[in-house]
């Protein structure tokens, strides 16, 4: 099992199911929303959203799951799992995304990619690769050749 970066302490912050908030959540721990949410979740720790959940607004915490419905911008340093009933709606920024067959996914993703690994970095156009304009190889005469 691998170590996050906090201390789950085994304290679950609960919306519960009927329960609607506009606000701003903050935690350290695990926050788990089965009600609605019409604002943002600040965590290091995990956000689960049940079934029935649903969330407009902002997330940022260490994973994302779902199985709910969400309008909104997603940042998780881990990972973000959609389950199959999962719709989620917006910009997700994560190194993972893992989404069961028949969850929905309309928006924006971004998973930290620049290039291709096989592709070298190009050079802005006013640019210019010096390796063109090096001059051919001199010979020393008269050194010693082990320079």
Do not use: C
Not at 45 to 64: F, N, P, Q, T
């Amino acid at each position: 099992m691998k170590k996050s970066g906090y201390v789950d302490d085994g304290n679950i912050t609960l919306l519960a199911k009927g329960v609607e908030l506009k606000g701003e959540i903050k935690v350290d721990g695990t926050v788990r929303i089965d009600g609605r949410l019409e604002g943002d979740v600040h965590t290091k720790g995990e956000v689960i959203v049940g079934e029935d959940g649903v969330v407009k607004g902002a997330i940022h915490a260490d994973s994302l799951i779902s199985s709910g419905r969400i309008k909104a911008t997603v940042t998780a340093t881990g990972k973000i799992q959609l389950l199959k009933t999962a719709i989620l709606i917006g910009e997700v920024h994560s190194p993972i995304i893992l989404m069961e067959e028949g969850a929905k996914f309309q928006g924006v993703s971004d998973m930290g990619v620049t290039a291709w690994p096989e592709e070298t970095p190009r050079l802005p156009s006013n640019v210019r690769d010096m390796n063109t304009h090096r001059g051919k190889a001199v010979a020393l005469i008269g050194k010693d050749p082990d320079l």
